[in-house]
């Protein structure tokens, strides 16, 4: 069964702080890794795409990175505005470009 | 801003009612999805439509369909609704209906009470 999990659940980082947080799939026929990040009650906001093994992708503070089974989103000198829920999603094969979501990791940077 | 329009932003109504989603692409997108979200969930797939043909059907209930317009804009509509359908409905836009990344609309709440 295609399956994308993340941890932590929730994380909790002083401002400077820098972590890392772990997408692991099991996706058949992977045709991309998507990382968006969510606000409450808002749309997910998209963030990153990782089409193979070894890509990495940078944007202010956050670095994608890819394996072939699992997808790490590092967060360097987080501020507090980068506190969200963090969403991965593996996008399936074949004719659809269905997105298996996990179920976040809530991340919260006190100042 | 995606932009990617839904509309209402909040829907409040009661058990065995019918209600219509709207949403409007991102100028140039061909596919929409929709998704939804609920607290024990997380985001699920429902369906997709490209250039106005269903390309993809996820977990969607029969109570559940949908339709995409010549304009390309896009309707969910829920019907016989129950207490276990309040969540929120997201809808999202591609270029294509192949690995493009999916934008995605600010959402439309519906509480069903």
């Known amino acids: 069964e295609d399956q994308v999990t993340q941890s932590p659940e929730a994380l909790r980082l002083q401002e400077g702080e820098s972590s890392s947080l772990n997408c692991s799939y099991t996706?058949?026929?992977?045709?991309?890794l998507f990382w968006y990040r969510q606000d409450p009650g808002k749309g997910p906001e998209f963030l990153f795409t990782?089409?193979?093994a070894g890509e990495e992708k940078e944007k202010e503070r956050l670095k994608a990175t890819l394996t072939k089974k699992e997808s790490f989103l590092h967060i360097t000198a987080p501020k507090p505005e980068d506190s969200a829920t963090y969403l991965c999603?593996?996008?399936?094969?074949?004719?659809?470009?269905?997105?298996?979501f996990g179920t976040g990791t809530l991340l919260a940077v006190q100042p | 801003d995606s932009g990617v329009t839904q509309t209402p932003k909040h829907l409040i109504t009661a058990t065995g009612q019918r209600v219509t989603l709207r949403c409007s692409p991102r100028?140039?997108?061909?596919?929409v999805y929709w998704y939804q979200q609920s607290l024990d969930q997380g985001l699920q797939f429902l369906i997709q439509?490209?250039?106005?043909?269903?390309?993809a059907k996820g977990n969607i209930l029969e109570r559940f369909s949908a339709q995409q317009f010549p304009d390309l804009h896009s309707e969910l509509n829920l019907s016989s609704l129950e207490l276990g359908d309040s969540a929120l409905y997201f809808c999202?836009?591609?270029?294509?209906?192949?690995?493009?990344?999916?934008?995605f609309g600010p959402g439309t709440r519906l509480t069903v009470l």
């Open positions: 999202a836009s591609s270029v294509g209906a192949g690995r493009d990344t999916q934008y």
């Open positions: 996706v058949s026929g992977l045709r991309g």
């Open positions: 990782l089409y193979s």
């Open positions: 999603a593996g996008g399936l094969g074949g004719a659809t470009n269905k997105l298996i």
């Open positions: 100028s140039g997108d061909l596919s």
């Open positions: 439509y490209y250039n106005g043909e269903e390309r």
